[in-house]
Structure formats: structure tokens, C-alpha cells
């Protein structure tokens, strides 16, 4: 399964399914009915699971497009199973994330009562499956034996479920036992690591999203010039400031001001002063740089520009989180 939720972790949802298909992802995964109905609203017919939904939920839509729901609780089970349709549905067990998904105590209860829907024709247990926390070997072994425990809980309830998926791309790519029928690719299918060093290449990966801009403006300075709100950077000689259209509306993380990356004419410099809602400067010294030079503020760093994962550290978090809060204004443009 390639998770194309957050609008495909920021790349598109449909432009990343439809890529996810044509590379040989059987499913796609998404959060809630109004993102998987988008997807059948572009045309796409693959199987697809959403797993977490509005309390005030109705089903009857996404049962009819022929989405699979996960069911978390008690309540949404008996939600799903009112809806009219038969309802594809995949057990959420929580095996110790402590987030979304029955707890233990809950399984007897869920299980017994998706065995009695199932009997009526309400719904089809056609999936169990639970989240890892990437918290260590340890941890991530306790998760693997009580998910496997619960498989066993439902079988022994009467549920005969085809597909048991426990890893994301962390567990996928470093737990090989935890696969089981299927794993939930997500940020990995997107190229990049979901591990803290970021490094992609070294699990054979390449990012697919590069954001660039062109320079709108260039301008010599004289030293000791203050740069963009607060005077966080001050020039320390008479210098070239490269303006970037890109700010923090755009999810550029304002917290990666006078830190992160940016690649001009194949050199790399640094962001320098307050990032602002649409724009932020780069000091390119005495360098050449004219109106309309691409400044690339991350892709794939095998070509020699800055990562994700270098923004990500600027900004104190990860690169899930600078890929996907890439606002809607930039423009998305696609090569296969
Ligand atoms: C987002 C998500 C994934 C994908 O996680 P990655 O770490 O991006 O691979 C898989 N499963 C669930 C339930 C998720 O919410």
C-alpha cells in the first residue's frame, strides 16, 4: 500500500497515486472518505483504505465508492455496520502507540460484535491491522507479538481476516517479520528516509519532490545592512541579497529562518534573516546571481542540492513534516 494521505505527503494525492499504481502499489491508503473519494473522483478504481474518521462520520458514501474503512471502536463498528452497503472493513487493534486503534480490553468486544455484523451481511472483516511507534527493537518486538496475539483473538472470534499489516515504512524497511500481508508505504514511496539520519540514498532511495523558485530580485548592499524583520542578520561587508518568493505561507517553517539551506548556480548558501509569509533572503556574497536564477531549497541531494531532512534539522523537526505542509500555492509540476 503507498499512503497517499495530506494530499500524497504534499506531491498530490492523485498525481502520487496514480504513480503509486503504475510502480506496482496494490493499495493506497488515507485518512478519511472525503480524501478517498477525491481518488475515485479522478478516476482511480484501486482498493483503498481510510482509517481514521469524523465521529459524525456517515459511511454510506465511501461504502458505495467501495472503500475499505478501518474501524477503531465499538461505536463506529455499529456506524459502519447501520450504513447501508456491505462495508469492507479492517480492524484498528492498538498493540502500544496508544493512539488510535482498540485497546486490548476492547478487542473481545469488537471482535465478537464484527463476527455478528459480518453473519448478517453488514460488513466483510476483510483487514486487521495496527501502527508501530518506532520506539526501539524492544518495543517494536512487544508490538509485533501482540498484534500477531490479537490476528490469533480474532481468528478464535470467528473472523477470518485476509490481509494482517502492521509496518509503515520504518517497520517495512527495518523489520522484515513485521510485513506480513502488506506494509503502508508512505513517506518511503516519496523517497525519503523515515529514519532520524534522513539519509535517503543509503536505503537506495531518491526524493522525488525538489522545491525551487525563481529569484525575483537582486540587490548589492552596503556592510552593515539589517535583513528582513527583527534585523536577525546583519551584513558583515558590502554584499549581493537574493530575495526567494517562497515563505512561511508556503510551509517554508519559519523556525529555519538565518539556518537552512538553499542551493543558486550550484553553490550553496544559507537563509539569512527572519523567513516572512512570502518571501525570505539569501546573502550570496559577491557572487554573480541575476533575476531569475532557480534557488533550490531542497530535493534530491545525490544532485547536489540541500535534502528535506537538511531543512527538517534547520527547523528542529522531520522531513515528513516540511513535505507535506507545502502550501497551495506553489505549483506542482510532474516528470516521470
Ligand atoms: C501515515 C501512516 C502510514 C505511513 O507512514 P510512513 O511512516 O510515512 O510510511 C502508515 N500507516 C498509518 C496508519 C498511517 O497513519
Redesign the pocket.
Known amino acids: 500500500m503507498v ?1 497517499v ?1 495530506a494530499n500524497g505527503y504534499g506531491h498530490g494525492a492523485i498525481e502520487a497515486a496514480r504513480a503509486a499504481l503504475a510502480g506496482g502499489a496494490t493499495w493506497l ?1 488515507v485518512v478519511d472518505s472525503s480524501e478517498a473519494l477525491a481518488l475515485r473522483a479522478a478516476g482511480i478504481d484501486a482498493p483503498i483504505l481510510a ?1 481514521l474518521h469524523d465521529p459524525a462520520a456517515d459511511f454510506a458514501d465511501a461504502i458505495a465508492a467501495g472503500i475499505d474503512l478501518g474501524v477503531n471502536y465499538l461505536d463506529q463498528l455499529e456506524s459502519v455496520g447501520a450504513a447501508s452497503g456491505l462495508a469492507n472493513v479492517h480492524l484498528k487493534v492498538d498493540t502500544g502507540l496508544s493512539r488510535n486503534g482498540a485497546t486490548e480490553a476492547e478487542w473481545a468486544g469488537i471482535f465478537g460484535r464484527a463476527a455478528e455484523l459480518e453473519r448478517t451481511g453488514a460488513i466483510h472483516v476483510r483487514g486487521i491491522f495496527s ?1 508501530l511507534a518506532n520506539s526501539g527493537a524492544d518495543e517494536d518486538e512487544a508490538q509485533v507479538a501482540r498484534f500477531m496475539a490479537a490476528v490469533e483473538q480474532a481468528r478464535a472470534a470467528g473472523l477470518d481476516p485476509e490481509l494482517s499489516h502492521l509496518a ?3 517497520g517495512a524497511l527495518a523489520l522484515p517479520h513485521a510485513r506480513f500481508d502488506l506494509v ?5 514511496a516519496y523517497g525519503l528516509s ?1 529514519f532520524d539520519d534522513g539519509d535517503s540514498a543509503a536505503l537506495g532511495l531518491e526524493p522525488a519532490m525538489q522545491l525551487d523558485a525563481g529569484i525575483v530580485l537582486v540587490k548589492r548592499v552596503p556592510a552593515g545592512s539589517g535583513v528582513s524583520y527583527g534585523y536577525r542578520y546583519e551584513t558583515e561587508a558590502e554584499t549581493t541579497l537574493a530575495l526567494v518568493p517562497l515563505g512561511y505561507a508556503d510551509g517554508i517553517p519559519r523556525h529555519a529562518s538565518n539556518a537552512a539551506p538553499v542551493s543558486i548556480n550550484g553553490k550553496t548558501y544559507r537563509v539569512c534573516g527572519t523567513i516572512a509569509m512570502d518571501q525570505f533572503v539569501v546573502d550570496v556574497g559577491d557572487d554573480e546571481v541575476a533575476v531569475g536564477d532557480r534557488a533550490v531549497l531542497f530535493g534530491d541531494p545525490s544532485t547536489g542540492v540541500p535534502s528535506a531532512h537538511d531543512w527538517a534539522t534547520a527547523a528542529g523537526t522531520i522531513n ?1 513534516e516540511i513535505v507535506t505542509r507545502i502550501g497551495n500555492r506553489v505549483a506542482r509540476t510532474y516528470e516521470s
Open positions: 499512503v494521505k491508503g482509517w501502527h509503515a515504512s520504518a503502508r508505504i508512505g513517506v518511503g523515515p515528513y
